[in-house]
Nanobody, 124 residues
Framework: QVHLVESGGGSVQSGGSLRLSCAYS?????MGWFRQAPGKEREGVAV???????NYADSVKGRFTISQDNAKNTLYLQMNSLKPEDTAMYYC?????????????????????WGQGTQVTVSS
């Protein structure tokens, strides 16, 4: 059973940076970061597959970087050039049951284990 524990959220001014971390156990097929702002649906931010292939939402390309340290069993999301619209609760997620029929890499339905979330607030 995979367990996920996020950390690293906080408050930052526009243009600043934060790094989120997600400690995990097990060996998921893929892992991702999602976010949900008040009154909005949860959206995929970035995903990383075994082997290191990554995929990003258009809104964060060039600003966010997802990475994974398998030796430390930790997933990261480096967030640079943060904007107020990045304000949201950020969730780490793991795909522990392979779902090849779901073609969208950032579909939340691919992921079956979720962390408790960490808040990111960006002020202008």
């Amino acid at each position: 059973q995979v367990h996920l524990v996020e950390s690293g959220g906080g408050s930052v001014q526009s243009g600043g940076s934060l790094r989120l971390s997600c400690a995990y156990s097990g060996y998921p097929y893929s892992m991702g970061w999602f976010r949900q702002a008040p009154g909005k649906e949860r959206e995929g931010v970035a995903v990383i597959y075994r082997g290191g292939i990554t995929n990003y939402a258009d809104s964060v390309k060039g600003r966010f970087t997802i990475s994974q340290d398998n030796a430390k069993n930790t997933l990261y999301l480096q967030m640079n050039s943060l904007k107020p619209e990045d304000t949201a609760m950020y969730y780490c997620a793991a795909e522990t049951v392979l779902k090849t029929w779901i073609l969208s890499p950032l579909a939340s339905t691919k992921f079956d284990i979720w962390g408790q979330g960490t808040q990111v607030t960006v002020s202008s």
